[in-house]
T-cell receptor, first 112, second 115 residues
Framework: DTAVSQTPKYLVTQMGNDKSIKCEQNLGHDTMYWYKQDSKKFLKIMFSYNNKELIINETVPNRFSPKSPDKAHLNLHINSLELGDSAVYFC???????????FGQGTRLTVV | AQSVTQLGSHVSVSEGALVLLRCNYSSSVPPYLFWYVQYPNQGLQLLLK??????LVKGINGFEAEFKKSETSFHLTKPSAHMSDAAEYFCAVSDGGNQGGKLIFGQGTELSVKP
């Protein structure tokens, strides 16, 4: 069983489209995250949720909207996609805010 | 604010040689420190972590790291490199949950292992 799973693994879409990435964790963790890895492999946090409550929003454009329907899921919806949104997006989870994070396999988003 | 600097974006070693990947951090509070490994087209896997206690921490795959507060360093070592160690390595720092558990990553070090 995959601990943190993301779908889809690859996503190619045109500029201006709206897309969603789904994330599920079966570890029973309370905290979930979205990280963005750019073309230079630099990783930066986007959002963090704890028990379905948003606790970190790192100055991400409001075209990005996370949604946590329950503790095990954290989805990322992106409106009006731009070329600069092309990146690998990683979902992660941790038992609590001071424990190590477990990462999903990533979603490679390509905007053309 | 916290930050991480990894010295050397690319390190190349021969199989069987010592692996040393350097990480320096900046933190105004006692840091939690992590090393993650990323294989091509995969997610990040935790190698080891330091939170409190013993400053020499051992991780998976024969890796270890030592927390040196006076040097603000957390370098990753492995006595003998294996071909399967070739990957991207990331050092990360957090403040133990005070900022929502977010990880601040270094820019990564690509490790190549020559036969």
């Amino acid at each position: 069983d995959t601990a943190v799973s993301q779908t889809p693994k690859y996503l190619v879409t045109q500029m201006g489209n709206d897309k969603s990435i789904k994330c599920e964790q079966n570890l029973g963790h309370d905290t979930m995250y979205w990280y963005k890895q750019d073309s230079k492999k630099f990783l930066k946090i986007m959002f963090s949720y704890n028990n379905k409550e948003l606790i970190i929003n790192e100055t991400v454009p409001n075209r990005f909207s996370p949604k946590s329907p329950d503790k095990a899921h954290l989805n990322l919806h992106i409106n009006s996609l731009e070329l600069g949104d092309s990146a690998v997006y990683f979902c992660a989870s941790s038992q609590d805010r001071d424990s190590e994070a477990f990462f999903g396999q990533g979603t490679r988003l390509t905007v053309v | 604010a916290q930050s991480v600097t990894q010295l050397g974006s690319h390190v190349s070693v021969s199989e069987g040689a010592l692996v040393l990947l350097r990480c320096n951090y900046s933190s105004s509070v006692p840091p939690y420190l992590f090393w993650y490994v990323q294989y091509p087209n995969q997610g990040l896997q935790l190698l080891l972590k330091y939170t409190t206690g013993a400053t020499l921490v051992k991780g998976i795959n024969g890796f270890e790291a030592e927390f040196k507060k006076s040097e603000t360093s957390f370098h990753l070592t492995k006595p003998s490199a294996h071909m399967s160690d070739a990957a991207e390595y990331f050092c990360a720092v957090s403040d133990g949950g005070n900022q929502g558990g977010k990880l601040i990553f270094g820019q990564g070090t690509e490790l190549s292992v020559k036969p």
